[in-house]
């Protein structure tokens, strides 16, 4: 059930205990065993979600994560513990699962971390005709633009995600109340996706049937399902190379038994503010809708 603070008192809906697939990579379904387990939502805690923060934070960046201060990161993040949240099974004081939080990228923007991330993102998305808009728009006095962050372990559900944007988006409303610097005009997710890729050691003897299916365009998959939702919402998106990519021959050696190997890539969101709360609901009626 959901259990979390907020600035004020009032019950939030109860959310439904999610199942974790322990043996997701099994390839059968007689063997996949499912637990039942009650999730808490929290604040971020500073003295105890460092460490498990600035892990899931590695895990969102994936190999340019070492481009990165995730210290710095982390302490920012930590640094308004009214604004976001992790999710937990065990209490408040143990390793965050999954979390979420919103940086006010022109409150920030002579912080290197921040300005060293948003020039990642600009270079990254430059040759983006979806996201031209960002430029101006990070630039702008007059926009203000969110950059939300968010990730969970790889087999925590999609479940917590639309209890956590609603709380986002009430904890920001309850903010600007307060006349803090969260009065957003544009939210930037930064998530990521990854292609499928064929091994090159099978290649070799391969037909030339499958050869030629290996040669069509590689289709985008997701870590994290709700992003599909969120897409048809957003102004612009837009996939990268990782700077750090180490091509094809390590995505081949992580194929785990399986035909296929994996390719992760970055990925970037851009919402209009107005639109965030129709998105949000649209996930949640997406993923009630599968269960």
């Not at 979600?49 to 982390?74: E, P």
């Not at 430059?126 to 968010?150: E, F, H, K, N, Y």
């Not at 969120?230 to 035909?259: I, M, N, P, V, W």
Request: glycine share 6%.
């Amino acid at each position: 059930m959901v259990k979390k603070r907020v600035r004020d008192p009032e019950s939030l809906p109860e959310a439904p205990a999610a199942s974790i697939n322990e043996n997701e990579d099994s390839g059968s379904d007689d063997d996949v065993d499912m637990v039942n387990v009650d999730f808490e939502w929290f604040n971020m805690k500073p003295d105890v979600d460092f460490h498990g923060i600035k892990t899931l934070l590695r895990q969102l960046f994936d190999v340019d994560a070492q481009l990165f201060d995730l210290s710095a990161l982390t302490d920012l993040i930590l640094s308004q513990p009214t604004i976001g949240s992790t999710v937990k099974v065990d209490g408040e004081d143990t390793d965050a699962y999954a979390f979420m939080t919103v940086l006010n990228v022109h409150e920030h923007q002579q912080k290197p971390i921040i300005a060293g991330l948003t020039n990642y993102i600009l270079e990254k998305t430059r040759t983006t005709p979806a996201l031209s808009s960002l430029p101006s728009l990070l630039s702008s006095s007059s926009a203000q633009v969110g950059l939300i962050l968010t990730e969970r372990l790889i087999n925590i559900p999609t479940e917590v995600q639309p209890p956590m944007y609603t709380m986002l988006m009430d904890e920001v409303e309850s903010a600007v109340d307060d006349k803090e610097p969260y009065e957003f005009t544009h939210y930037l997710i930064v998530s990521k996706t990854y292609s499928e890729v064929t091994s090159s050691l099978d290649q070799e003897d391969a037909p030339r049937t499958k050869k030629n299916k290996a040669g069509k365009a590689k289709e985008t998959f997701y870590f994290h399902p709700e992003d599909e939702i969120l897409q048809r919402h957003a102004l612009g998106y837009g996939g990268y190379e990782y700077t750090k990519d180490e091509g094809d021959a390590k995505a081949d050696s992580k194929r785990a038994f399986q035909e296929l190997g994996i390719k992760p890539q970055g990925s970037v969101m851009l919402v209009e503010a107005a639109k965030l709360e129709g998105a949000v609901k649209a996930v949640d009626s997406y993923i009630g809708g599968q269960q």
